[in-house]
DNA sequence: GGTCAATAGTTGTATATACAAGTTTGCAAT
DNA sequence: ATTGCAAACTTGTATATACAACTATTGACC
């Protein structure tokens, strides 16, 4: 028995996750247009567009008309997960919530980010630190960039009243977002910050929102996995 | 100024959409052919096609070669967290899975088991252990305790060659599930059957599955968190 | 140097067509 | 009646083409 032949856009998708997955295609790089791709595997630009389509569904490539397909960094897919404010959650089991806003600034996006936001190379991006603390005990650092182009008086806020989430969702309201969930070793400056040891598994949130109008913000939240549980929800 | 105006792609999914959610289109009843659609919106088929595929990817309707487009069941929506089973997502990435049968076997249950598979102390359950490679690299390992009183032929199994995820749902199709998501240190032992250090962060989820007849089993799954990333679905 | 317009390149939508592959149905031969 | 086969129908893959919508770049002009 010889293998079934595999459909021509397979082939095609295959080749793509493989310069991804080695690393040959790096994270935001832009990948061949529908018509390279076209003319390299000898077949219609359909079939091409066909295989970067359904990567795209997959969260492995991004795409925008007239400017390209690139590839991503987020692999997940939109998300059903429910998204609460974690002032909320907190107060919910009785505890105190407290908020240390570490930092707002502005940032220069980097080609990364700018992709991620949809901005522009060379634009300046709104960067907040936030520590949260339950009952005087740090249990959660929020990083988050944030659209200054959606949320102009984003750097107006005092995080220390609302939580960044909060504020984000009146201003904003958002439509759509996606996760990515790993578990990480937290950088050394972070684990100062949530007083735990070095060698403490943390899960890690990676959260991309839409509103209506775009790419909302890009947050980074990072959980000492012992104090921390992740049920049915994200909590923000 | 109007509204933008809608493809006529998007035109066909929501005539669709109103049917089904208005009940003129039950359950597994069949929907109209490509061509039927084509001629009703005096569109190509190519088109009516897409209306229907992108329904499909959605969720709402079923497809089969040969047999035509039907509407699917409606169980999928209610569960937060869509389940997958981690053979088939590994196939989707174009790599190969395999599965190590390491035990399967009984226990006595503790009393916190009993309470969670909703046994009596005293009875005996079905425990299995199934690590998962993808490409020979070990990925997740799977621990699993099982209600002998749902799945009495457990033990007869292969799980080399099925899943028990995927025996499961066969067996005893789940109606409800929770989870509860951990960043942790793998125990030693597993840290050898993962081929990790053991200072490598997992990620642990740990899952209560239920069928109409009661709880069906309790899995933990560990995953090194470098190799492994949690989108909107759970792998198992 | 800065502004604006034209242009080339890219993705998005739509059509018409052809053949492959799978399922169901119905008819003919046994 | 049962079997076997052919035909009709349905979805799956692939091609070639056309135009629309959007982006980034280029170059002319001020």
Redesign the interface.
């Known amino acids: 028995m010889s293998q079934a032949k595999a459909a021509k856009f397979t082939v095609i ?2 080749h793509i ?1 493989q310069k991804i997955e080695s690393g040959v295609w790096q994270q935001h790089s832009k990948v061949p247009s529908e018509n390279e791709l076209a003319e390299q595997f000898s077949v219609s630009r359909m079939t091409a567009r066909r295989a970067l389509q359904e990567l795209t ?3 492995l490539l991004v795409r925008t008309q007239g400017a390209g397909t690139f590839v991503a960094t987020f ?8 998204i609460r404010n974690i002032a909320d959650e907190i107060g919910e089991r009785g505890h105190e919530h407290q908020a240390m806003q570490l930092q707002l600034t502005t940032v220069d996006v980097t080609e990364e980010l700018a992709i991620l936001l949809g901005m522009k190379q060379g634009e300046r991006a709104f960067y907040s630190e936030v520590l949260h603390l339950e009952n005087k005990q740090p249990i959660q650092l929020e990083q988050r960039f944030v659209n200054p182009r959606l949320v102009p008086e984003y750097l107006l806020q005092d995080f220390a009243n609302i939580t960044p989430h909060e504020y984000l969702s009146n201003e904003a309201p958002l439509t759509e977002a ?8 937290a950088a050394p400056e972070n684990c100062k910050l949530l007083e735990i040891a070095p ?1 403490t ?3 890690q949130v990676k959260r991309r929102t839409w509103s209506s109008q775009g790419v909302v913000s890009l947050a980074t939240l990072t959980a ?3 104090k921390y ?5 994200l909590t923000f």
């Open positions: 998708k295959e996750c569904e997959q969260g692999k997940s897919q939109s998300s059903v997960l429910e996606t996760h990515e969930i790993e578990a990480v070793l060698s598994p943390c899960l000492p996995g012992d549980r992740l049920g049915s929800h």
